[in-house]
């Protein structure tokens, strides 16, 4: 069993940072591939990022290649989501998950391959 909680979410003028932490536990914490998602207000959740086992793959979706970094510490078994340049259409509330995967090298892009979800934290862009 794997728990995930999300902090760091909140208010941002456009243009401005963001740094999302997710900590997690569970013992086999590399065993996973991470992941980013968002859901805005009326809209279905999206891949944002994600992030193999070992942390050297990395996976960006188009709208936020450039703009978000996504790291992973495996010795404090947290996962980040820097995100630079914030834009309104950036506002959601953001998941961090994790999957399971074969390999140390994998990157998941499916959510159905996540099997552990956090509650989200709610990020949101003034302009």
């Known amino acids: 069993q794997v728990q995930l909680v999300e902090s760091g979410g909140g208010l941002v003028q456009v243009g401005g940072s963001l740094r999302l932490s997710c900590a997690t536990s569970g013992r086999t914490f590399s065993s996973y591939a991470l992941g980013w998602f968002r859901q805005a207000p009326g809209k279905e959740r999206e891949f944002v990022t994600g992030?193999?086992?070992?942390?050297?793959?990395?996976y960006y979706a188009d709208s936020v290649k450039g703009r978000f970094t996504i790291s992973r510490d495996n010795a404090k078994n947290t996962v980040y989501l820097q995100m630079n340049s914030l834009k309104p259409e950036d506002t959601a509330v953001y998941y961090c998950?994790?999957?399971?995967?074969?390999?140390?090298?994998?990157?998941?892009?499916?959510?159905?391959?996540?099997?552990?979800w956090g509650q989200g934290t709610q990020v949101t862009v003034s302009s």
């Open positions: 998950a994790a999957g399971p995967v074969p390999s140390l090298g994998w990157v998941l892009r499916d959510a159905l391959k996540y099997v552990y």
């Open positions: 992030i193999s086992g070992s942390g050297f793959s990395t």
